[in-house]
């Protein structure tokens, strides 16, 4: 999932950010459907009492958190969607507490703590005063609004029971994803920026139709099933480190010590988490 920070820097050079958001969800309902269009087709009435909550689910899941993060990327840094990012856990806790009830442990909060430290020491590369010097942008505002809806997104996608598998109710998801960005890509098109479809357009939508969205977001309604949503959200702390890993891996950045650091105190916070006692 943290490749969508690649794409949120990278992608919207090519491709305008509500367009690469409404052919990303476009192209993963294509690519799903054939797969699960019969049990979808088989439970019409099911798809009819759950259409709201589908709807709710692809808006949020897809449509905030799918074209947010891409606006901001032309406005701010990685840095910053990161050091802001880190909010949705939080969300997610402080959401869960008051719709669901779900108080968190001792451990959790400071689990929750040592993630925040890791990632801010990784992203500061391990200068505190980068991180005195934060300034908030325009595109800071949008990663916030991402932040918000995942973690609307998780929460309800776990307490609202659905009748489908788990990737036709995924497939279905999407649908209602580009469904709700499609107004918004037109009048993008229309007004502000045309898309061009060419070869880097072609790259950018399959890449994030394929790695943070088919694999991310099914491995990560899986993980939910098995953690719950508050706990599954500490995932996103793992972004920094694997950004990290990406840089050093693609872009030949060197590995130093604040790498390690940071790394270690993510893991801890997430380890904490569990709420297993060291």
């Known amino acids: 999932m943290s490749t969508n920070t690649i794409i949120a820097r990278g992608g919207v050079e090519f491709v305008p950010p509500i367009s690469l958001a409404f052919w990303r969800w476009l192209t993963v309902f294509l690519i799903l459907t054939p797969f699960f269009y019969q049990e979808i087709f088989s439970k ?3 798809f009819k009492k759950e259409f709201f909550k589908l709807f709710f689910l692809g808006s949020m899941g897809c449509g905030v958190c ?19 990012y880190t909010s949705s856990p939080v969300i997610i806790i402080l959401l869960s507490f008051f719709l669901f009830n779900e108080k968190p442990n001792l451990l959790k909060i400071i689990g929750l703590i040592v993630c925040i430290l890791g990632v801010f020491v990784i992203i500061s590369k391990g200068n505190i005063n980068l991180l005195l010097n934060f300034t908030f942008t325009s595109g800071d505002f949008w990663v916030f609004g991402a932040a918000a809806g995942w973690a609307l997104y998780s929460i309800y996608l ?22 709700s960005l499609l107004p918004f890509a037109l009048i993008e098109n229309i007004y502000f920026v045309k898309t061009n479809y060419n070869e880097s357009f072609l790259f950018w939508v399959l890449f994030a139709a394929i790695s943070p969205s088919i694999i991310a977001f099914s491995l990560h309604t899986r993980l939910q099933s098995y953690l719950g ?50």
């Open 44 to 46: 019409k009435k099911e």
């Open 66 to 84: 799918g074209a947010f993060p891409f606006i901001a990327g032309m406005t701010t840094t990685m840095a910053n969607i990161g050091i802001i």
């Open 158 to 179: 776990l307490n609202w029971r659905s009748k489908f598998s788990l990737m036709a109710r995924f497939t279905l998801i999407s649908m209602f994803g580009f469904i």
């Open 229 to 278: 949503a508050s706990l599954a959200g500490f995932g996103l702390y793992l972004f920094a480190v694997y950004g990290a890993i990406f840089g050093i891996i693609i872009f030949k950045e060197p590995l130093l010590n604040f790498h390690y650091f940071g790394g270690a105190l993510v893991f801890l916070g997430v380890y904490l988490a569990r709420g297993i006692k060291l």
